[in-house]
């Protein structure tokens, strides 16, 4: 089980081998999923991650943090705030033009906040 620092550092190795976005969101997927079953899973999101390298993952992940702390009734955590992890330009995650409208209507709050959009389901294993 990983906490947000370890998930920021598999995304920034992702991104140094130049992989696609779908393991990036894989990754992503995992720690949520593994944070939901966490017995103390406030402790895996405390911690201030390392930067990715890509200011549009760094937003990514503070939205995810706040967005989970929100539905887990946890305190959302001081570095999610924090103006670097606020895009000043919008990053739909899905490159296909025709999913942004969804994306725009499913994205978690927290998440579109930071210019990010990505729909929820993108975000949960199944």
């Not at 390392?50 to 990514?60: E, H």
């Not at 989970?68 to 990053?91: G, I, K, Q």
């Amino acid at each position: 089980m990983w906490n947000v620092d370890e998930l920021a550092g598999f995304i920034a190795a992702s991104l140094r081998r130049g992989e696609g976005d779908g393991q990036r969101i894989r990754y992503v997927r995992q720690f949520l999923a593994d944070a939901a079953r966490a017995g103390s899973p406030a402790d895996l999101i405390a911690t201030t991650p390392r930067p990715t390298g890509d200011d549009r993952w760094d937003a990514l992940l503070a939205g995810i943090v706040e967005d989970f702390a929100f539905h887990h009734h946890l305190a959302v955590p001081r570095w999610t705030l924090e103006p670097s992890r606020f895009l000043d330009t919008w990053w739909f995650v899905s490159s296909i033009p025709d999913l942004h409208p969804t994306a725009m209507v499913e994205t978690p709050p927290a998440v579109a906040n930071r210019g990010v959009f990505i729909r929820r389901a993108s975000l949960i294993n199944v």
